[in-house]
Structures are given as structure tokens and as C-alpha cells.
């Protein structure tokens, strides 16, 4: 499958006057293909924010690019001027972050919003913009009679898809969502993430969702990244990162879900804190809380990227040589 | 000092049983909002009904505006019920109580709060904060301070004690921040404790911890806790008794295993269905039906007031609200399928 | 703290407070005459004896601004001390009280700031027979408070609402206590930042009622000097320093006491610092 999306390496850091610069993502690569929806999981800190921020080309100081590269259909997203770069936002690449029911302008009309986001991108017939508008309103099921109302007159839920039809109407190759139903109720949350699939079914454009609630992106997902103190350490297809994970924090956080039924057992977290970026451990950064490190091997030397044929791999020093081939 | 802090000399239990720790009959909590001439009521709780008994979970569970934080408020005071009655421990509370009357009910009811980033004064030391409970509500001497601020910290894991007791919140984790707060609830002796959403603040990894450390307390100091949460996953793991608000009314009460197992009321079926299970099986996310958005709470239903949202409503129901319907020894139900 | 002290805006205005301290303290010691002495020929111009001259009385102009430095700081600090106080009390205890309290004191702050300040200010002072330095503190105090208690009700306010605030009712503390010891602790930056803008409204109106004759004229102030030199034409005679730098004087010191307060504001606030 042609990629649509490749991070390659890519290494940021934020920097401010007389500090040293803290890394805060390190030599990452994820790919992500048409009509594909790819999930990058991890807790506070682990670095999947900035890394949306960065492949969407949103990084602003103190953050920079170290290293690396982003790459939208061959062409270096790092690389554009701000001009191209705005060219490119919503009608190529799209993004729909945390809180973002807060992103539309509170004194304009919703409509206009869009009338203006897709005249801006060289939809200059007004009647063809409105249909277009129109059809994508139907399409996240938002009653057509809010099309010409304020953002303050809909509720918390509406206003999400609002913003997502937005994100939608030019019909991008890619859409990052950041927590985009994180502040919203359960219910509202499911019927959100129903009609994504939908659209995504019928407009065939990739996905990146990025979000802490791992059971979610279970169910959701096709691919699943895991994300710890900035590196990626799992990544697998949804359902076999499920059944068999192969990281111990993986696995970890698998359990650290409350399952919905069954019977009720005692489940345990993860003892300890991510570690500080500015003080990164040597060796494994997962090495101080893991229960299943081997000592003397795991907090001095760097873990391997094992990699198993079905597009699973893992950075550990616990994989065995010989199911897997060592990158 | 090591004795248990669950109040083993509580009222004497009636001839009809146990005393309840937390029985609240038709709690009613009403909001104006906005200016004169404009004025609407937020109705966040309608005529609740509950019982707690001693040593029990009750997992409280609902979305934004059941009304769940409401009634942990109003429970713990911190707020005054519009209408009905709180008896704790076999006394009900007047609406308007004296500073006395308040302080003894500080002491057998803490809450937790949900946001440990805003609940512990940024100024104070660990120490101030868990000894203020132990001075104002347990007229603990100040020599005996130390000794009894350490243990507390020592119950919640916050080991060794001593190095924490000069730290400030900036110092500190949110999961030490929680436990903190935790620390704190317990100084005052409480019999029962209300714990807000006390860890969706918190990382993943952390949660669990934290659950476990509120369960172990609870176990071993003969607590009963109220866990209130939007999270139906975390309140089966926590919970003996669960409770489904919405829209400011209790819609099913009854045992765990009960209420996870075999939802009755379809808005808890719905809930169910909601929530990530990533160990179901896949077609589940297409089978998902659900409409409009959450109610308005300045509005009073005519009847229950989750039937414009109810795949299975009946012309009766936007009529009446309806009766408890009891579908189990303890396990109840408000809707007319049931009757 | 440790913001504060590398904070460039505080430092300026500390370093210049700090000069005008020492030049009050050390006034019998710098100045070369005494500022109320008269046996000089008047209308002297600028020579080694007299460095800015002598004004029409005979007073030496050098000696008197020196001196001036004393007035000045002592009803900026003072004036502003008793303005933070009086916003404190009323501001906190407003919004933390609320209710019918709230509304009462809200409605007498409202009052006073509604009056005009300046002209309530120029009139009292005019038809008040005791005029000098206690009597414009007072009328400071009395006119310019109302402004800062608003600002303090509404950090009271919404601090009042914070959880730690409410988790300190749980764990059993009394009003007081907790006003005393949470509220006002975590207002600290708001409160000094008042303080430091009622000092700079403090030496600016006294110097502004002074130069209009309603201090006492025989007193020896910075906007006192001014109001001579005016009377006594002091440009027309070619003293200009004397009419310059009085105001000069003030306004370094209005300027320190701004400073000082735009610093506070930012190490309190750290949005609004620069990076």
C-alpha cells in the first residue's frame, strides 16, 4: 500500500534562551496508508501531542524539528514555506484537536466559517460552497437548521462535529485527531467516533487518532503506536497489540483498564512516574518501572527494534531472537 | 496512635438492623442562573433516594450534569440541598447547621476531590495541609501532630513519610497530589468518604493505583466510599452497589454484578454499550444506536426524562415519570418496562 | 522571590526607590544647607554655592530638593499602605463573604469610585483648614481605594471557588482562617502589585495638589517646589532647573513605583511574562 503519510526519524526537542534543549520526541518513524486509521497511544508527556503538532506542520517555538522528516505524498511537510503550508491545511492535511469545540470563531456564523475556509482554498462559487457545506453537515449529522447559527447556540457535542466537519469539507488525504472526544460523554463520544468511520468509509482519507485511552483505539484502530518518553515502543495491528503485546509497559497498560464484565479481579498500574525528559535513564527508558526488567542488560544498553512479520514490532531486549529479525 | 479510623463507636444498630452510614431520602439541589428577569432553574438533582450501608462501595455513576457531583456536594455539605434529607450515621442533617453541628458532620463525612492540581494550596507544605483536619476536627495536641501526620502519610503510600512532609504540591506527582488529598480526607476520621472522579485527572498507569490504595483503605479501615465517576468500567472494578444518574434523577440501583451483568434500564444498557471494551467482539461499534444530545436541565421533563433519547420508549413514558419498579432483592429500577 | 530579583523591570524601579531612600535618609548629610534656612539672597542662578540657585524666599533650591525626597517617599509608602489596607479588607472580605455583605460593600465601592477622584480630592483639600503632608495622606487614602478593591473582590471571588479553598472547609477550618491563611497568601502578587500602583497614585496627586497651593506652601515637598517656582516665575528668571527638576524628581520616583508594580504583576502572572 502507497504511503500516504511517513515520519521518518524524527527527533524534536523545545528550547528556551540559557537552557538546555529537553527532547521530547525521539527518532520516531510511523507510516500511514489511505483510508487507514492509525492509533498512537501513550500517557502525559510521552511525546504523541507534539509528534501530531509536528507531522501536521503546526510546530511552533520553543518546539523544532531536530531531525527528520514528514513526508505527505512524497513531498517534505518540514521543508514548506508557511505559504505551501497553508495551502496545504484543510484541503490536504486536517487536524482536529483537544477542546477544539473552542476553535470556531464565537462572533461568526458557522457558516460562514466554512464559506470562508473553502473560498480561501479556491471554492470561490458561493452556491457550490454552501451545497458542499450543506452535504458535510448531513454527513455528521448536525440538523441542517444550525447551518446558519452561532457556535455558542450548540451543545459541546455538536460543536465537535462541527469543527470536524470543518476538517472535512475540502476532503483531505489525512486527519490528525488529538482527544477529540476527551471532554465529551460517553454516548456523545461513540456516535462521534461511529460517524468518523462512516465518513472515513465513504471519503477514504487516513487517520491518526492520538489519545491515552488505549481501549478505545482497540476497538477503533487498525494499526495501534505506542508512545513512551517520546519514542515509539509497540506498534502493532490493533488486535494482535490486543492479544499478544510484546512490551512489558504494553502490556502493562493493556491491564490497566478495568474490563467492562466479567468477574472482578484485582488488576494492578504501573508503580513510578515517566521519567523526566531533561534526565532521560540510560539504557531502556521504561527500565526503572518495568516488572519484567532483566538487570544489568535493560538500564545500560539501548533496547533493540524487533521486528515480527506481521507488521508488529517492538523495542525490548526481552523479544527472542529467534521468532523475530532484529533491525 | 494506631487505632482504626472507621468509627467503631457508632450508634447502637436498631432492632431493624444495621444502621445505615448514608441515607438520603428525596435530595432535591436547584441552581438559579442568570440575571434578574432572565432567570432560569438548573434542576441538577431531582428527588434522590439512596442508602449506603456500612463497609460498602456505592459506585455513582452518570455523564456530565447527572448530577453526580451535585449530590457528592451536597452529601459533604459543601453545598445546600434545595429539598429533602441527609442522615448520616443515623442523624439527619438540618438545612441550616450550626458551625458544631457542621464540624461533626466534617468528621464522618471527606470528600476527595477530582482535580489534584487545584485541591491542595499551592503555599503549604504536605504537612500543613494533612494536619489541618487533625486540628480543627480532631483537636489532635500539636506535640502528637507530627507523629499522627506521618502515619497518615505512611496509610496512603506515601513512604518514607518523612521526606514527604516538607515537600510542596509543585514537588509532587498528581498521583502523590491525589494521595495527598486522600491523606488529607482521612485526618479527619471519617466513617464514610466521597470520592469526586478521583482519578480521571490522573494518567492511565496511575488510576489503577490509586483505586487500589481507596479500595485497601476502605477494607482495612472499615470505610464505606461513594466513588463517583462517568467511568461505568471503573465503577464495576470499585464498586459493591452501583448507581445510574441521569439528568439529575437515579435511574437503576442494585449490586454490581447485577446492574454490569444484566442492565435493565435501557439508558444503562446504552451506557454499556458506549464504553470501550476492547475485549468484545468487532461489529460491536456498528450496532451502537444512540440520538440527540444530553438533556437541559432547566427544562422539567414531563415524564422520564431520558425517553426523547430511548431506543425502547413508549407513549407512557413522556406522561409520568416513572415508579421505582423493584427487579431483584436490592436492585431497582425507574422505568415502565419493568412494571 | 527569586523571580522578582531577576526580573529587569523590578530591579530599575528597586534601584531607584532605593537611591531616593538613601537620598531621605542621608538628607542632613548630602544637603549643604537646611532646606527651610532663608538667610540667602533670593533669586540667586545656578553657581558652586548654590547648585541650582535660591528661590525667591532665599531658600537654596539644591538643599530644598534633597530634602523633598523625604515628603515625596513618605506619603507614597505611607498613602499606599493605608490604600492597600483599606482595598484588602474591603475587597476580600467582600468577595468572600458574598451575599448581602457583598452587595452593601460592593455598592459604598462603587460610590467612591464613581466620584470623580481628582476634583473630590482638589475639594476637600481646598476647604480643609489643616493642610501638610498627614492631611493629604488621608485624603489619599480616602478617595483612591475604591478601584483596587475591585480588583481584590474579584481575585477573592475566584479564588474563593477554587477546590483547595473548599477542601480547606472540609477539613473543618473556620472563615478567618481560611481567608487569612489561603485566600490573602495567594493573592500576594495582586496585593502588591496595588500597593505599588496606590504609591504612584499616592506621590502623583500629592504633588498635583501641591503645585496647586493646597498642601501646605510652607512645607518642603517636590510639588511644593513647583508651586514656588510657578509663583515666582521661575522660567521668566531663567531658572529652569528649578522648575525641571522637581517634576524630574517626581517622576522618577512615580516611574519606580510603576515599574515596580508592571514586575510584580509579571512574576505573579507568569502569562505575562516575556521569554
Given at each position: 500500500m502507497a504511503e500516504l503519510l511517513e515520519i521518518s526519524g524524527l527527533t524534536i526537542g523545545y528550547g528556551w534562551k540559557g537552557r538546555p534543549m529537553v527532547t521530547v520526541v525521539r527518532d520516531v518513524d510511523l507510516a500511514l496508508g489511505a483510508g487507514e486509521v492509525l492509533g498512537v497511544a501513550g500517557e502525559s508527556g510521552c511525546g504523541k501531542t507534539t509528534l501530531a503538532l509536528a507531522a501536521s506542520g503546526l510546530l511552533d517555538p520553543p518546539g523544532q524539528v531536530l531531525s527528520g522528516s514528514v513526508r505527505f505524498q512524497g513531498k517534505d511537510?518540514?521543508?514548506?514555506?508557511p505559504k505551501e503550508l497553508r495551502g496545504l491545511h484543510l484541503s490536504e492535511i486536517s487536524m482536529v484537536f483537544q477542546a477544539?469545540?473552542?476553535?470556531?470563531?464565537?462572533?461568526?456564523?458557522i457558516r460562514d466559517q466554512f464559506l470562508d475556509a473553502m473560498k480561501y482554498h479556491g471554492v470561490s462559487d458561493r452556491a457550490e460552497a454552501e451545497a458542499r457545506a450543506r452535504e458535510m453537515f448531513d454527513l455528521v449529522r448536525i440538523?441542517?437548521?444550525?447551518?446558519?447559527?452561532?457556535?455558542?447556540?450548540?451543545?459541546g457535542g455538536m460543536r465537535q462535529r462541527a469543527v470536524i466537519a470543518l476538517a472535512l469539507v475540502l476532503h483531505p488525504k489525512v486527519l490528525f485527531l488529538d482527544e477529540?472526544?476527551?471532554?465529551?460523554?460517553v454516548v456523545v463520544q461513540r456516535s462521534i467516533l461511529q460517524m468518523l468511520n462512516d465518513l472515513r468509509r465513504q471519503l477514504d482519507f487516513g487517520v491518526m487518532f492520538i489519545t491515552h485511552d488505549l481501549s478505545l483505539l482497540v476497538e477503533i484502530a487498525d494499526r495501534v503506536a505506542i508512545m513512551y518518553a517520546g519514542a515509539v515502543v509497540e506498534e502493532a495491528p490493533a488486535r494482535e497489540l490486543y492479544e499478544k503485546p510484546r512490551h512489558p509497559y504494553t502490556e502493562a497498560l493493556m491491564k490497566a483498564f478495568p474490563p467492562l464484565g466479567g468477574e472482578r479481579r484485582r488488576l494492578e498500574g504501573i508503580a513510578g512516574q515517566p521519567p523526566d525528559l531533561r534526565h532521560l535513564p540510560s539504557g531502556c527508558s521504561f527500565a526503572p518501572r518495568c516488572p519484567k526488567v532483566i538487570a544489568g542488560t535493560c538500564e545500560t544498553i539501548e533496547p533493540p527494534v524487533v521486528e515480527w512479520s506481521q507488521g508488529h514490532r517492538a523495542v525490548c531486549h526481552?523479544?527472542?531472537q529467534e521468532e523475530a529479525r532484529v533491525v | 496512635m494506631s487505632r482504626t479510623l472507621g468509627r467503631p463507636d457508632l450508634p447502637d444498630d436498631t432492632e431493624q438492623g444495621p444502621v445505615p452510614v448514608l441515607d438520603v431520602r428525596g435530595l432535591t439541589k436547584e441552581y438559579k442562573v442568570g440575571r434578574l428577569g432572565r432567570q432560569k432553574v438548573v434542576h441538577?438533582?431531582?428527588?434522590v433516594d439512596l442508602t449506603l450501608e456500612r463497609g460498602q462501595v456505592l459506585g455513582l455513576v452518570g455523564e456530565s450534569g447527572s448530577g453526580k457531583t451535585t449530590f457528592a456536594r451536597t452529601v459533604t455539605y459543601l453545598e445546600r440541598p434545595t429539598a429533602g434529607e441527609v442522615i448520616l450515621l443515623g442523624r439527619s442533617l438540618p438545612l441550616r447547621p450550626t458551625q458544631r453541628r457542621l464540624r461533626e458532620q466534617r468528621s464522618q463525612v471527606q470528600m476527595i476531590f477530582q482535580d489534584p492540581y487545584t485541591s491542595?494550596?499551592?503555599?503549604?507544605t504536605v504537612r500543613y495541609t494533612v494536619s489541618r483536619p487533625l486540628r480543627s476536627?480532631?483537636?489532635?495536641?500539636r506535640r502528637a501532630l507530627h507523629e499522627a501526620v506521618e502515619e497518615l502519610l505512611q496509610m496512603v503510600g506515601l513512604v518514607p513519610p518523612g521526606e514527604f512532609?516538607?515537600?510542596?504540591?509543585?514537588?509532587?506527582?498528581g498521583g502523590q497530589r491525589q494521595r495527598v488529598g486522600i491523606a488529607r480526607a482521612l485526618a479527619a476520621h471519617p466513617a464514610l468518604l466521597l470520592a469526586?472522579?478521583?482519578?480521571?485527572?490522573?494518567?492511565v498507569s496511575i488510576r489503577l493505583t490509586i483505586m487500589n490504595l481507596l479500595l485497601d483503605l476502605q477494607r482495612s479501615q472499615s470505610l464505606s466510599l461513594v466513588f463517583v465517576t462517568h467511568d461505568l468500567a471503573g465503577a464495576s472494578y470499585m464498586s459493591d452497589q452501583i448507581a445510574i444518574m441521569y439528568a439529575g434523577h437515579l435511574m437503576e440501583v442494585g449490586p454490581a454484578s447485577e446492574v454490569m451483568g444484566d442492565p435493565r434500564h435501557p439508558y444503562t444498557q446504552l451506557l454499556q454499550q458506549a464504553a470501550p471494551d476492547p475485549?468484545?467482539?468487532?461489529?460491536r461499534a456498528d450496532r451502537f444506536e444512540a440520538r440527540g444530545d444530553?438533556?437541559?436541565?432547566t427544562v422539567v421533563p414531563p415524564?422520564?426524562?431520558f425517553a426523547p433519547r430511548?431506543?425502547?420508549?413508549?407513549?407512557?413514558?413522556?406522561?409520568a415519570l416513572p415508579q421505582w419498579r423493584q427487579v431483584g432483592p436490592s436492585h431497582r429500577v425507574r422505568c415502565v418496562l419493568y412494571g | 522571590m527569586r523571580a522578582f530579583f531577576s526580573n529587569r523591570l523590578a530591579m530599575v524601579g528597586l534601584g531607584i526607590l532605593v537611591f531616593f531612600g538613601l537620598v531621605a535618609l542621608l538628607a542632613p548629610y548630602i544637603?549643604?544647607?537646611?532646606?527651610?534656612?532663608?538667610?540667602f539672597t533670593p533669586?540667586?542662578?545656578?553657581?558652586?554655592?548654590?547648585l541650582l540657585g535660591t528661590t525667591s524666599?532665599?531658600?537654596d533650591i539644591f538643599s530644598q530638593l534633597i530634602y523633598g525626597a523625604r515628603a515625596s517617599l513618605f506619603v507614597g509608602l505611607v498613602a499606599g499602605a493605608i490604600m492597600a489596607m483599606v482595598q484588602l479588607v474591603m475587597g476580600v472580605f467582600s468577595g468572600y463573604v458574598g451575599g448581602w455583605t457583598d452587595a452593601v460593600l460592593s455598592t459604598i465601592v462603587n460610590v467612591f469610585l464613581v466620584v470623580p477622584g481628582l476634583v473630590l480630592l482638589i475639594i476637600i483639600a481646598a476647604y480643609l483648614p489643616q493642610r501638610g503632608l498627614t492631611t493629604i495622606i488621608v485624603i489619599l487614602a480616602v478617595t483612591g481605594w475604591a478601584w483596587g478593591a475591585r480588583v481584590l473582590r474579584a481575585q477573592a471571588i475566584s479564588l474563593r471557588d477554587r477546590p483547595f479553598v473548599e477542601a480547606a472547609r472540609m477539613s473543618g477550618e473556620g472563615r478567618w482562617r481560611i481567608v487569612l491563611g489561603h485566600i490573602v497568601p495567594n493573592m500576594f502578587g495582586v496585593i502588591a502589585a496595588n500597593f505599588f500602583g496606590a504609591a504612584l497614585y499616592a506621590v502623583l496627586a500629592e504633588a498635583g495638589l501641591e503645585f496647586l497651593g493646597?498642601?501646605?506652601?510652607?512645607?518642603?515637598t517636590w510639588g511644593t517646589m513647583l508651586y514656588w517656582a510657578e509663583n515666582g516665575d521661575a522660567v521668566l528668571m531663567g531658572q529652569w532647573l528649578y522648575l525641571l527638576l522637581p517634576g524630574l524628581c517626581i517622576l522618577l520616583l512615580g516611574t519606580a513605583f510603576g515599574l515596580l508594580n508592571f514586575a510584580v504583576d509579571q512574576v505573579a502572572n507568569p502569562r505575562l511574562r516575556r521569554n
Amino acid at each position: 500500500m502507497a504511503e500516504l503519510l511517513e515520519i521518518s526519524g524524527l527527533t524534536i526537542g523545545y528550547g528556551w534562551k540559557g537552557r538546555p534543549m529537553v527532547t521530547v520526541v525521539r527518532d520516531v518513524d510511523l507510516a500511514l496508508g489511505a483510508g487507514e486509521v492509525l492509533g498512537v497511544a501513550g500517557e502525559s508527556g510521552c511525546g504523541k501531542t507534539t509528534l501530531a503538532l509536528a507531522a501536521s506542520g503546526l510546530l511552533d517555538p520553543p518546539g523544532q524539528v531536530l531531525s527528520g522528516s514528514v513526508r505527505f505524498q512524497g513531498k517534505d511537510v518540514l521543508s514548506l514555506s508557511p505559504k505551501e503550508l497553508r495551502g496545504l491545511h484543510l484541503s490536504e492535511i486536517s487536524m482536529v484537536f483537544q477542546a477544539s469545540m473552542n476553535v470556531l470563531n464565537p462572533v461568526m456564523r458557522i457558516r460562514d466559517q466554512f464559506l470562508d475556509a473553502m473560498k480561501y482554498h479556491g471554492v470561490s462559487d458561493r452556491a457550490e460552497a454552501e451545497a458542499r457545506a450543506r452535504e458535510m453537515f448531513d454527513l455528521v449529522r448536525i440538523p441542517q437548521r444550525f447551518f446558519g447559527a452561532y457556535p455558542h447556540q450548540l451543545s459541546g457535542g455538536m460543536r465537535q462535529r462541527a469543527v470536524i466537519a470543518l476538517a472535512l469539507v475540502l476532503h483531505p488525504k489525512v486527519l490528525f485527531l488529538d482527544e477529540p472526544t476527551t471532554a465529551l460523554d460517553v454516548v456523545v463520544q461513540r456516535s462521534i467516533l461511529q460517524m468518523l468511520n462512516d465518513l472515513r468509509r465513504q471519503l477514504d482519507f487516513g487517520v491518526m487518532f492520538i489519545t491515552h485511552d488505549l481501549s478505545l483505539l482497540v476497538e477503533i484502530a487498525d494499526r495501534v503506536a505506542i508512545m513512551y518518553a517520546g519514542a515509539v515502543v509497540e506498534e502493532a495491528p490493533a488486535r494482535e497489540l490486543y492479544e499478544k503485546p510484546r512490551h512489558p509497559y504494553t502490556e502493562a497498560l493493556m491491564k490497566a483498564f478495568p474490563p467492562l464484565g466479567g468477574e472482578r479481579r484485582r488488576l494492578e498500574g504501573i508503580a513510578g512516574q515517566p521519567p523526566d525528559l531533561r534526565h532521560l535513564p540510560s539504557g531502556c527508558s521504561f527500565a526503572p518501572r518495568c516488572p519484567k526488567v532483566i538487570a544489568g542488560t535493560c538500564e545500560t544498553i539501548e533496547p533493540p527494534v524487533v521486528e515480527w512479520s506481521q507488521g508488529h514490532r517492538a523495542v525490548c531486549h526481552l523479544c527472542s531472537q529467534e521468532e523475530a529479525r532484529v533491525v | 496512635m494506631s487505632r482504626t479510623l472507621g468509627r467503631p463507636d457508632l450508634p447502637d444498630d436498631t432492632e431493624q438492623g444495621p444502621v445505615p452510614v448514608l441515607d438520603v431520602r428525596g435530595l432535591t439541589k436547584e441552581y438559579k442562573v442568570g440575571r434578574l428577569g432572565r432567570q432560569k432553574v438548573v434542576h441538577a438533582l431531582t428527588s434522590v433516594d439512596l442508602t449506603l450501608e456500612r463497609g460498602q462501595v456505592l459506585g455513582l455513576v452518570g455523564e456530565s450534569g447527572s448530577g453526580k457531583t451535585t449530590f457528592a456536594r451536597t452529601v459533604t455539605y459543601l453545598e445546600r440541598p434545595t429539598a429533602g434529607e441527609v442522615i448520616l450515621l443515623g442523624r439527619s442533617l438540618p438545612l441550616r447547621p450550626t458551625q458544631r453541628r457542621l464540624r461533626e458532620q466534617r468528621s464522618q463525612v471527606q470528600m476527595i476531590f477530582q482535580d489534584p492540581y487545584t485541591s491542595l494550596d499551592p503555599l503549604r507544605t504536605v504537612r500543613y495541609t494533612v494536619s489541618r483536619p487533625l486540628r480543627s476536627l480532631g483537636e489532635v495536641p500539636r506535640r502528637a501532630l507530627h507523629e499522627a501526620v506521618e502515619e497518615l502519610l505512611q496509610m496512603v503510600g506515601l513512604v518514607p513519610p518523612g521526606e514527604f512532609l516538607r515537600r510542596y504540591p509543585y514537588q509532587l506527582s498528581g498521583g502523590q497530589r491525589q494521595r495527598v488529598g486522600i491523606a488529607r480526607a482521612l485526618a479527619a476520621h471519617p466513617a464514610l468518604l466521597l470520592a469526586d472522579e478521583p482519578t480521571s485527572m490522573l494518567d492511565v498507569s496511575i488510576r489503577l493505583t490509586i483505586m487500589n490504595l481507596l479500595l485497601d483503605l476502605q477494607r482495612s479501615q472499615s470505610l464505606s466510599l461513594v466513588f463517583v465517576t462517568h467511568d461505568l468500567a471503573g465503577a464495576s472494578y470499585m464498586s459493591d452497589q452501583i448507581a445510574i444518574m441521569y439528568a439529575g434523577h437515579l435511574m437503576e440501583v442494585g449490586p454490581a454484578s447485577e446492574v454490569m451483568g444484566d442492565p435493565r434500564h435501557p439508558y444503562t444498557q446504552l451506557l454499556q454499550q458506549a464504553a470501550p471494551d476492547p475485549g468484545s467482539d468487532v461489529g460491536r461499534a456498528d450496532r451502537f444506536e444512540a440520538r440527540g444530545d444530553p438533556p437541559d436541565l432547566t427544562v422539567v421533563p414531563p415524564g422520564c426524562p431520558f425517553a426523547p433519547r430511548c431506543p425502547q420508549a413508549r407513549s407512557e413514558c413522556q406522561e409520568a415519570l416513572p415508579q421505582w419498579r423493584q427487579v431483584g432483592p436490592s436492585h431497582r429500577v425507574r422505568c415502565v418496562l419493568y412494571g | 522571590m527569586r523571580a522578582f530579583f531577576s526580573n529587569r523591570l523590578a530591579m530599575v524601579g528597586l534601584g531607584i526607590l532605593v537611591f531616593f531612600g538613601l537620598v531621605a535618609l542621608l538628607a542632613p548629610y548630602i544637603a549643604p544647607y537646611s532646606p527651610t534656612d532663608i538667610n540667602f539672597t533670593p533669586m540667586l542662578p545656578v553657581s558652586a554655592n548654590h547648585l541650582l540657585g535660591t528661590t525667591s524666599q532665599g531658600n537654596d533650591i539644591f538643599s530644598q530638593l534633597i530634602y523633598g525626597a523625604r515628603a515625596s517617599l513618605f506619603v507614597g509608602l505611607v498613602a499606599g499602605a493605608i490604600m492597600a489596607m483599606v482595598q484588602l479588607v474591603m475587597g476580600v472580605f467582600s468577595g468572600y463573604v458574598g451575599g448581602w455583605t457583598d452587595a452593601v460593600l460592593s455598592t459604598i465601592v462603587n460610590v467612591f469610585l464613581v466620584v470623580p477622584g481628582l476634583v473630590l480630592l482638589i475639594i476637600i483639600a481646598a476647604y480643609l483648614p489643616q493642610r501638610g503632608l498627614t492631611t493629604i495622606i488621608v485624603i489619599l487614602a480616602v478617595t483612591g481605594w475604591a478601584w483596587g478593591a475591585r480588583v481584590l473582590r474579584a481575585q477573592a471571588i475566584s479564588l474563593r471557588d477554587r477546590p483547595f479553598v473548599e477542601a480547606a472547609r472540609m477539613s473543618g477550618e473556620g472563615r478567618w482562617r481560611i481567608v487569612l491563611g489561603h485566600i490573602v497568601p495567594n493573592m500576594f502578587g495582586v496585593i502588591a502589585a496595588n500597593f505599588f500602583g496606590a504609591a504612584l497614585y499616592a506621590v502623583l496627586a500629592e504633588a498635583g495638589l501641591e503645585f496647586l497651593g493646597l498642601g501646605n506652601i510652607n512645607s518642603v515637598t517636590w510639588g511644593t517646589m513647583l508651586y514656588w517656582a510657578e509663583n515666582g516665575d521661575a522660567v521668566l528668571m531663567g531658572q529652569w532647573l528649578y522648575l525641571l527638576l522637581p517634576g524630574l524628581c517626581i517622576l522618577l520616583l512615580g516611574t519606580a513605583f510603576g515599574l515596580l508594580n508592571f514586575a510584580v504583576d509579571q512574576v505573579a502572572n507568569p502569562r505575562l511574562r516575556r521569554n
